[in-house]
């Protein structure tokens, strides 16, 4: 069982508005990851969460706020978002296979515009 | 730092026919190399992955990829298409410490022509 779900799948906000985005995984999978990916453009990473530890920030404003509260759950806090924030956000988790090897399982994202 | 050249934006083939998608990636260290594919308004589905061994690793819904290190390469084939493999396929390399980034090419747009 590879699932990453993610909530919601959808979000509307205003630039004044604070939001969070929620991904959960029950693999027991010691990493979990937020991805950015504007249109027709690759994903880019955000941050890494590793034993429920912030491990790399790659150097995203404040108005994202990420937060680890245990193994399984990964939130996203927003806050005072801009219109070019819209994007859709990717949530992953990675286990280490027998004899090494990272592979990450993505969920299937929240479409986020703001207005 | 590592970096990765999808060599096609888009490729359209014919159903049934055979695709290659190439991938070449540049990196300092050792790396490991992923193919995922992108289905329209979902997230990214794990094809195929290559971490050691054997240089020909077969991923899911009938796709392989070679790992050609000379060449920096890892080409992803299907001997043949059907019109569900329309979909944008990202090719992507990590670090082999822990848990770390995935950089990821531009993507290849595969579009099945009946």
């Known amino acids: 069982d590879t699932e990453v779900t993610q909530t919601p799948k959808h979000l509307v906000m205003g630039m004044t508005n604070k939001k969070s985005l929620k991904c959960e995984q029950h693999?027991?999978?010691?990493?979990m990851y937020w991805y950015k990916q504007k249109a027709k453009k690759p994903p880019e990473l955000m941050f890494v969460?590793?034993?429920?530890?912030?491990?790399i920030n790659e150097s995203v404003p404040s108005r994202f706020s990420p937060e680890c509260p245990n193994s399984s759950l990964l939130n996203l806090h927003l806050h005072a978002l801009q219109p070019e924030d819209s994007a859709l956000y990717l949530c992953?988790?990675?286990?280490?296979?027998?004899?090494?090897?990272?592979?990450?399982?993505f969920g299937p994202g929240t479409r986020l515009l703001v207005l | 730092a590592q970096s990765v050249t999808q060599l096609d934006s888009q490729v359209p083939v014919f159903e049934e026919a055979p695709v290659e998608l190439r991938c070449n990636y540049s990196s300092s260290v050792s790396v490991y190399l992923f193919w995922y594919v992108q289905y329209p308004n979902q997230g990214l589905q794990l094809l195929l992955k290559y971490l050691s061994g054997s240089t020909l690793v077969k991923g899911i819904n009938g796709f392989e990829a070679e790992f050609n290190k000379s060449q920096t390469s890892f080409h992803l084939r299907k001997p043949s298409v059907h019109i569900s493999d329309t979909a944008e396929y990202f090719c992507a390399v990590s670090g082999i410490q822990g848990a770390q980034k995935l950089v990821f090419g531009q993507g290849t747009r595969l579009t099945i022509n009946p």
């Open positions: 969460y590793s034993y429920e530890k912030l491990s």
């Open positions: 693999m027991g999978h010691r990493a």
């Open positions: 992953a988790s990675s286990r280490q296979f027998p004899g090494g090897g990272e592979t990450q399982y």
